[in-house]
Nanobody
Framework: QVQLVESGGGLVQAGGSMRLSCVVS????????MGWFRQAPGKQREWVAT???????AYKQSVEGRFTISRDNAKKTLYLQMNDLKPEDTGIYSC???????WGQGTQVTVSS
């Protein structure tokens, strides 16, 4: 059974930094396309970043230059380093394996102005 467990969220002031982690089990991970998504209060879930097995990366335009997605295949862990956080980055951040129906429970990120 595939499981995704996110951690690292919390409350931070605007301009601050935070690092999210997603530990994956039940899958090879190294061959998986992984992504981070977020859902702000009252809004639909939106895509944030993707990393492929060949380490190619794509970002939502509003986070490019501030966020960095990475993976550690040996630890089966996905990361999202978030710098220069803005109040509009507030939301529940979840990791996802493309092609699966599996999502983590999410971790809350709150950025105060």
């Amino acid at each position: 059974q595939v499981q995704l467990v996110e951690s690292g969220g919390g409350l931070v002031q605007a301009g601050g930094s935070m690092r999210l982690s997603c530990v994956v089990s039940g899958t090879a991970f190294s061959a998986d396309i992984m992504g981070w998504f977020r859902q702000a209060p009252g809004k639909q879930r939106e895509w944030v970043a993707t990393i492929k097995p060949d380490y190619s990366i794509a970002y939502k335009q509003s986070v490019e230059g501030r966020f960095t997605i990475s993976r550690d295949n040996a630890k089966k862990t996905l990361y999202l380093q978030m710098n220069d956080l803005k109040p509009e980055d507030t939301g529940i951040y979840s990791c996802h394996i493309y092609g699966s129906g599996t999502w983590g429970q999410g971790t809350q990120v709150t950025v105060s102005s």
